[in-house]
């Protein structure tokens, strides 16, 4: 059964280049609700805990100093179907395979540098969110 609620982080490049607020705007548009939000950045030990799944893959270290490169907005956000309606505006993790007008498609850099992430399941939404999020900082 899906929630509503689901979590996304815009990443370093796309904060760095300053897109936060129009990707703020084009999330708000396509009707979701931002119940909380936060500037702050990862130290390379955060985003190790962070993204933990992928400590085997050869990507990881990688990863974990992209994400720790500079600041991010992490968010939680609510709507009906929240995780597959927000993963169909955010578009394909290659940019150059992202549909037209989607967070991607516009923003991204390139597959590594893709702009923004977001939950890929109901459950995994929920332990990302509480990852930056305390209960009461959720509004």
């Known amino acids: ?5 689901t979590f996304t982080m815009i990443k370093p490049d796309a904060v760095l280049d300053g897109n936060s607020g129009s990707i703020i705007k084009m999330i708000e548009a396509a009707g979701f609700r931002v119940v ?9 030990e955060r985003a190790g805990e962070f993204y933990a799944v992928h ?8 990863l974990c100093a992209y994400m720790s490169s500079g600041p991010i907005v992490p968010m939680i956000l609510e709507k009906e179907n929240a995780v597959a309606d927000f993963r169909t505006l955010i578009g394909a993790t290659n940019p150059a395979n992202a549909d037209e007008g989607t ?8 597959i590594e ?5 977001g939950s890929d399941s ?7 969110g509480n990852f930056f999020f305390a209960h009461t900082e959720q509004f």
């Open 1 to 5: 059964m899906s929630t509503n609620k």
């Open 36 to 44: 909380a939000l936060k500037k702050t950045k990862l130290t390379p």
């Open 55 to 62: 400590k085997e893959r050869p990507f990881y270290n990688d």
């Open 103 to 110: 967070i991607r498609k516009l923003f991204a850099k390139s």
């Open 113 to 117: 540098a893709n702009a923004i992430h």
């Open 122 to 128: 109901d459950e995994n939404a929920q332990i990302e």
